[in-house]
């Protein structure tokens, strides 16, 4: 049996904790840690730098999207190889996952971009802020706000494109 292979095992238990641990992350970030953070505003800041710099949240967030999504692709990949990718391209349940892979590739690219590094971008200017002792300057100010509204939108295209990347892989065998 294809599915008790130890080389599908294996990716499977890493595509699967993996993605649990990225998309809660997303869940959390988009839904309480991000808004709660805009809320509180400049007095967020050192925890902000504390998560980002020291703790690497927005890293370790982007490794686990990387591993997840390429993970999936390999087994994704390793079933049509196993089936025949004209045999494998029959079953619904091919199309179903590749349109789940496709949500989850395309929201790790708009969490890296999007979210990622721009969170890193406004921990530096709230650190650079910071550093100077005083307000920030009109263009500091400007730039924190534009940022956060790209973060914000990203935040929420991003859960919404895991959450049906999600329900196609946990449903499509039964399709």
Request: charged content about 15%; aromatic content about 12%; overall charge positive.
């Amino acid at each position: 049996m294809i599915a008790s292979s130890p080389f599908l095992l294996v990716f499977r238990f890493v595509h699967i904790i993996t993605g649990a641990l990225w998309f809660g992350s997303v869940f959390l970030f988009a839904l309480f840690v991000g808004p709660s953070a805009a809320k509180v505003g400049p007095a967020a800041g050192p925890l902000m730098h504390v998560l980002v710099k020291e703790r690497k949240a927005a890293k370790v967030i982007k490794w686990l999207a990387i591993v997840a999504v390429s993970a999936g692709w390999i087994m994704w990949l390793y079933h049509a190889n196993q089936a025949g990718l004209s045999t494998w391209w029959d079953w619904t349940e091919a199309k179903v996952l590749l349109l789940g892979g496709i949500l989850a590739t395309i929201a790790m690219f708009e969490g890296l971009h999007g979210v990622g590094n721009n969170v890193e971008k406004m921990v530096d200017i709230g650190d650079g802020i910071a550093a100077s002792g005083g307000p920030p300057t009109p263009e500091q100010g400007a730039e924190m706000q534009r940022l956060g509204a790209a973060i914000q939108k990203a935040s929420k295209i991003d859960l919404a494109l895991l959450f049906f990347a999600v329900a196609c892989m946990a449903t499509a065998r039964y399709w």
